[in-house]
């Protein structure tokens, strides 16, 4: 009895080196093949949703989807079962990733047209991060999120700051223009207002009365000045943290005038000629 | 005689400390509430612009916005009642916001259609800086502030010269592309222009002429070069404000000028030679 | 003979200080009516050029045109006369500015539809600096001339390379798209092309195919990479600039141990404690 | 026999200098007649694509380009023949750009049609850095090179994380604004998210339904807010290099150790402790 739990418990780890792990043969072969069955079945959705190749090749969808279906929920079990702590899995970010990017397929049984959801998997495309061991560039993402979280605070009320903006002025527009120029009602002129201050500009609404254009004018000016502020947060946190970054790595203290030596490889104090000790 | 008075007192602190104070329970009920109502208004309005649903509610939104206004207006006149100094909330910015956004509705008696301009209560939003206490955010705000504000005279200079350059650029295009492809006038063009340098393109105005085109492309390549001035100018400015708020990390009290002395390794105060504590 | 060439010599003077100084009463004077008479000659050429209006007041605006004709050649004539060295004048950009801003009109009796030219005075806009004098805002317009100009070299390689992408980019999409979706020619694919780079987007031609439109995606994405180049240039540029100006103004060097003081008012070297000499 | 290959020795030699050289006469003059003809052929590409001329113009046309094909051809011979390890060459950037710049025409007789490729000698233009001999300015595009490369890898991950979210965006407005609006499929629907979030904004399609422009709406901030990481990056990258850049100009050269002390107000080489000479 207990060799057979001691045999399944090797068994357990065995498949978890080869599901979790990358640096062995079977586990990077693991990584490389889920990584394509991934783009495959992002690539399925969206050829089932363009109507001449979904006509055409109907049946060939459906029966490719359902074995992708199967495959990751066989993956999805194995994860379950040969992890210590199961639950931990299950409530992580990529285990409920992987749960609902399986959801939608056995849903389309009772809700037809759910499957169009499945789109969802395109999330599982963040393992890439992890399957291509992107180390350096993960190290680049994590510096990256570093800035963006310093910033993150400034942008929201920068964007709470542009809601209220579009909100006066689409209303303004609304008055303004009126209903015959595509101006139909205040959230739509809202929605313009959107569109100009971001510079996108569809043109699918456009103002035509010589007053709307002077306003529009003068938003899409306000919306270039505006541009620069989040553009200016992000950079300043990003100057910084380089800044930082470079000082710090390399920051020494000399023993006798306690200058801060912020040079690589630096044996001696710059300023009084002390040797520093580099431990 | 003076008991009542003094009764009167009482009351008018209570309800100072409700309406205008946030640490009581009360205070900070009536801020919630305050803050829900405002959204509603300006919902309301937006939904009023909209046709269908004008058609098939008005009744209910007139009685809604009639009932806000009553609110609004209990608050205004609370607010007045219950301050020390009357005269200065009336003409402090938010008791012009307050004052202006309960006027359209009582217009709305002489003037038909005035009632559109109670849009101007979202400006009342910007109470919710206040009402969610966001310290930290609004510092964040008055940071945002001192940056747009140190550019300012900057962006002045910068978008006068963008609006000669569009006068000057919209006459060539108005002569070279001519009526019959949508430049119909000068301040056409103008507006052309001004929507081509901010790279809105909205494209209910193009050029169709081949010379048309290239002066177009010349325009847009300038306005590549000319978005990147504002966004310089800002950033300029985030990280020279970074770069003092980090110095003032590292300041340092002289223990007897008491200056703060913002110099990494500093060790004498350069204000009167006192010798600094580096502990 | 001699007295009337000196009291000629006093009128000249005195009209001098009167056109071009600003610091006397009339000179002051001198100076608002001229812009006002410039702004009101720009609107002018605005007006005409918008149809229903031009037909209703044709002969007004002709009448007024040829009255600030006939101002700016006055004043052309004065500004030659009461100058000591005219020529310098008459070749100095303002002098050409206000040459050409006077010559269309003159030019229409002999080539008709030639006033419409006559938009370039909104070049002599430009003197609003000068009369405004805007001391404070002109050092900062100085400035922005400087960070431009430090970044044109660099600027004038990033737009040449966009050229060639763009003639490379837009030649592939003319293959690509075909006649029948508008990029009816090369050049109109680059210009194309510089539309989508440039995040224009007009839309007036827009790829249909599925090639065509990966094609335009990666574009897109490029130019959006692209946009940060001319941004980051200049930038830097700003940021050094602002670095510099500010360290450059308070640098003082310490006697004793050489250090660089760049602190405002700093009395003592933060570093030795030794007295700095501010004269 | 050997008197031959020694003169033919020295004639290679000539036309290296002639062909690679630009500091003689002929050289110079070589590299300008080669840069006309590159700019005539790009120039000559574009015209026949536009219909009505090259309806006039075709037989000139195909003349001209035929006469360049074969001064082209002349030259790649000349290049390969005077240089000493001509596979060095031919294996080259340039080498390669000029034999696929070549390539067209000839195979215009087996395959018509293919002559529109001869676009492709648009990358003859790099030439010009060369050929105009830009030092100043090719030092400026070596920084930028600089710059951009070190900002790659984090470039890389930021469009990796657009598309991830181009495809889930692309996939919810695919779901929410349905065929008749013009998101006939998920690809379309991420093209239409791309042309946003890039804030080029076509207007091809647009969103119409509310929910649709409410999420279009997000999407814009969203892409508001992430246009400004590239520049962030890339400025930061600018700011850092212009950093060092000033900090090589007050660089010093230890006298004993010959170390480059980029320190401000260095007194002692930091390498071997050295007192260095400030004067």
Request: aromatic fraction near 10%.
């Amino acid at each position: 009895m207990k060799k057979i739990k001691s045999e399944y418990e090797l068994l357990r780890q065995r498949i978890y080196i080869i599901v979790y792990g990358s640096n062995t043969v079977a586990g990077r072969l693991f990584d490389i093949v889920l990584l394509g069955v991934i783009l495959l079945s992002v690539l399925l959705v969206m050829l089932e949703s363009v109507e001449h190749l979904d006509q055409k090749y109907h049946s060939t969808i459906i029966v490719l989807e359902w074995i992708i279906t199967v495959c990751f929920t066989l993956e999805y079990v194995l994860r379950i079962l040969c992890n210590k702590k199961p639950f931990t899995f299950i409530f992580s970010f990529y285990g409920i990733v992987d749960f609902i990017s399986i959801l939608p397929m056995y849903l389309s049984f009772f809700i037809p047209g759910s499957r169009i959801l499945s789109v969802i998997r395109a999330l599982r495309l963040l393992r890439l991060f992890g399957i291509l061991n992107l180390v350096h560039i993960t190290g680049q993402e994590s510096q990256l999120k570093l800035a963006i979280k310093a910033s993150r605070s400034k942008i929201i009320v920068f964007i709470y700051f542009v809601l209220i903006v579009s909100i006066l002025l689409g209303a303004i527009m609304y008055v303004v223009e009126g209903k015959e120029s595509g101006f139909t009602s205040i959230p739509t002129s809202i929605y313009w207002c959107i569109v100009t201050l971001t510079t996108v500009g569809y043109g699918d609404i456009a103002p035509v009365t010589i007053p709307g254009q002077i306003i529009a004018s003068c938003i899409m000016i306000l919306g270039y000045g505006i541009i620069a502020v989040p553009t200016g947060i992000v950079t300043a946190e990003f100057t910084a943290a380089k800044r930082n970054q470079k000082s710090i790595q390399i920051a020494k203290k000399c023993p006798s005038c306690s200058t801060i030596v912020t040079v690589e490889d630096a044996k001696y104090c710059y300023h009084c000629g002390e040797k520093l000790d580099n431990e």
